[in-house]
């Protein structure tokens, strides 16, 4: 089956940057839109960014400028490069694929198991 394997998480300072890595692996032939999401503790999961295969990307108000997110390796890989960190980016980061064509058909959303982020001094 098509999983999100994911890295990159950890603690971080405040002001400081970490690079989160997800790649579709297990059959992925072509990924419609990859991103992430994100749920601190005791609230509800929310949107962080997304980029679609076409190369059109989004992000949340709260992490623009802040936030990067980059497709490779024929799409099946995304990246999330988050500079200028804050506590209130403290979340567990999930990454996203929408639309995943395999082999056997096409799957309409896909979830990784979760990176722990934390940004604390």
């Known amino acids: 089956q098509v999983q999100l394997v994911e890295s990159g998480g950890g603690l971080v300072q405040p002001g400081g940057s970490l690079r989160l890595s997800c790649a579709a692996s297990?059959?992925?032939?072509?990924?419609?839109?990859m991103g992430w999401y994100r749920q601190a503790p005791g609230k509800i999961r929310e949107f962080v960014a997304r980029?679609?295969?076409?190369?059109?990307?989004r992000y949340a108000d709260s992490v623009k400028a802040r936030f990067t997110i980059s497709r490779h390796n024929a799409g099946n890989t995304v990246t999330l490069q988050m500079n200028g960190l804050k506590p209130e980016d403290t979340a567990v980061y999930y990454c996203?694929?929408?639309?995943?064509?395999?082999?056997?058909?096409?799957?309409?959303?896909?979830w990784g198991r979760g990176t722990l982020v934390t940004v604390s001094s």
């Open positions: 297990g059959g992925a032939i072509s990924v419609s839109t």
């Open positions: 980029a679609s295969s076409a190369g059109r990307t």
């Open positions: 996203n694929a929408g639309e995943v064509q395999t082999l056997s058909g096409t799957l309409s959303e896909v």
